[in-house]
């Protein structure tokens, strides 16, 4: 009976097997190393000197805030010395701790300013990094697109994805199906004339 049962799915495991087999040969899986592409991408790169030249921009700003600061602290310690002069006067002792008093209130507003431009700097600098950030995958994203329907790719995997605890995703790849250096030339063929060698070494 077992046998005669055998038999009888013989033919529908054949069909299923012959089909799942038809069907891996005609899926064509292709990868790429969307990292190397990302950072390597022209736009990338300009981005990050955009970046970086707000960053410089912002650290020179914050030091000249601190600059004042300093200043603003001494000229206070100095008008709190001049207060407990015991040679002068005591209405000249309440003119000096008056402005003793205006000089320690502007101390506190520059530490004030300091700390908020720093936070709104911070976080303008992190909004432009992940505008700039999400936009260049976009792009990314339509090349490889359009890469893996023209090359009939049913699937295209990043090679250098990992795993939330940080061992790869894919373990092996032959690379016979790479697009990674095809997909960056692409994106780097609207690069402005000398612009990648310029920055090569970087």
């Not at 049962?5 to 292709?30: E, Y």
């Not at 909004?127 to 090359?151: H, T």
């Not at 960056?184 to 070494?201: I, R, V």
């Amino acid at each position: 009976m077992i046998a005669r049962l055998i038999r009888n799915l013989l033919p529908t495991v054949a069909v299923l097997f012959l089909t799942a087999s038809s069907q891996a040969q005609t899926n064509k899986i292709g990868t790429i190393d969307l990292g190397d592409v990302f950072t390597n991408y022209w736009k990338t790169i300009q981005a990050n000197i955009e970046v970086k030249e707000r960053a410089d921009e912002v650290t020179r700003t914050r030091q000249k805030m601190l600059d004042d600061y300093q200043t603003a602290q001494e000229e206070y310690q100095q008008l709190l010395e001049r207060v407990n002069d015991e040679a002068i006067s005591s209405s000249e002792r309440e003119r000096r701790k008056t402005a003793a008093e205006r000089k320690l209130a502007e101390v506190k507003d520059i530490e004030e300013s300091v700390r908020v431009y720093s936070q709104t700097s911070n976080d303008n600098l992190a909004n432009l990094q992940m505008r700039r950030r999400d936009a260049i995958l976009a792009e990314i994203r339509e090349v490889i697109d359009a890469r893996a329907k023209a090359g009939g790719y049913s699937l295209v995997i990043d090679s250098a994805a990992l795993t939330v605890d940080r061992t790869h995703v894919i373990l092996y790849t032959n690379r016979q199906n790479d697009l990674t250096r095809e997909v960056l030339s692409n994106l780097n063929l609207t690069a402005p004339p000398g612009f990648l060698e310029e920055h090569a070494n970087r």
